[in-house]
């Protein structure tokens, strides 16, 4: 029975079944392919009267992200400055300022004076320090209270420029706050000074 057929034939058969099967994979797989390709050559083709091809845009137009306003400088008000209500709350802020108030009083009045150029840098010291403090709190939950006092000589000399400022004693404050919550002894502010003035 295969004496029949000759290589030719044969040949002739694989070449066939060949392209039939791919013919069949790129019509199966790739048709919007093929698609594309015959509408851009068909665009390509066509020349509108400015004598330019029409040109088709990869990528389109681009849009605003979602929940973004563009707006120019024109569309923006802001409220007129009102310096009598200013005046009020300078002269609140003199009239609470009080240690007993703690951290939150001393630092609104502070932030409703005008710094001077070291006091900014001064603000930034004492964010520095009370990081240092909760590490310092965090670490030594069950130490004793020499180790404790030890440790925070050594910190306090870091920040000698805070122990010469008039915000010490919110400092100091957050300090006994802390201690009480953190610490298995009670530390007392005779304990802060003597650390600080060494």
Request: hydrophobic share 45%; charged share 25%.
């Amino acid at each position: 029975m295969m004496a029949q057929f000759t290589w030719q034939h044969f040949i002739l058969f694989i070449l066939s079944a060949g392209l039939l099967y791919y013919l069949i994979i790129l019509i199966l797989f790739f048709r919007k392919d093929i698609q594309l390709r015959f509408i851009r050559k068909m665009d390509d083709q066509h020349i509108d009267p400015g004598g330019r091809s029409a040109e088709r845009s990869v990528m389109g137009a681009a849009m605003e992200q979602k929940g973004q306003l563009t707006s120019t400088a024109e569309e923006l008000y802001f409220a007129p400055a009102d310096e009598d209500r200013e005046v009020d709350q300078l002269e609140d802020a003199e009239q609470d300022d009080e240690l007993s108030n703690g951290l939150a009083s001393e630092l609104t009045t502070t932030s409703q004076k005008p710094l001077p150029a070291t006091d900014d840098l001064l603000l930034g010291n004492i964010a520095d320090l009370l990081q240092d403090l909760k590490t310092l709190f965090s670490m030594s939950g069950e130490a004793v209270r020499e180790e404790f006092i030890s440790l925070f000589m050594l910190l306090s000399s870091k920040y000698q420029n805070v122990a010469k400022s008039h915000l010490i004693e919110v400092v100091n404050l957050f300090i006994l706050d802390q201690s009480k919550a953190n610490l298995s002894f009670t530390l007392t502010r005779e304990d802060l000074e003597q650390c600080w003035s060494s």
